[in-house]
């Protein structure tokens, strides 16, 4: 199975930024589909940011779109997620996956982000 890492998460103001990392476990000019998840305590898995094919355009929920952006790097085994201007309702744990569906089975233990003042 393919093995996904995040990394990246923190404690941040609101307004600041974060780089999140997924580093896999073989090139990610392998993935067809790419994406970003999060998931707080108590509420459902949602998707943020995801894209198909090596030069796809990425796609965003609407309440992350003009702050968040997918990268993905096909020469390496990391893919990133860019999150600007961060708001509290952000906190989540984030998660990444070779699928733009959150019925994808095989997630990491993912990464914590918390945006509070």
């Known amino acids: 199975q393919v093995q996904l890492v995040e990394s990246g998460g923190g404690t941040v103001q609101p307004g600041e930024s974060l780089r999140l990392s997924c580093r896999t476990s073989?090139?990610?000019?392998?993935?067809?589909?790419i994406g970003w998840f999060r998931r707080s305590p108590g509420k459902q898995r949602e998707g943020i940011a995801c894209?198909?094919?090596?030069?796809?355009?990425?796609s965003y929920r609407d309440s992350v779109k003009g702050r968040f952006t997918l990268i993905r790097d096909n020469s390496g085994n990391t893919f990133y997620l860019q999150m600007n201007d961060l708001r509290p309702e952000d906190t989540a744990t984030y998660y990444c996956?070779?699928?733009?569906?959150?019925?994808?089975?095989?997630w990491g233990q993912g990464t914590q982000v918390i945006v509070a003042s």
């Open positions: 996956a070779p699928s733009c569906r959150t019925q994808y089975t095989d």
């Open positions: 073989g090139s990610v000019s392998s993935f067809y589909a």
């Open positions: 894209m198909t094919g090596s030069d796809g355009i990425p």
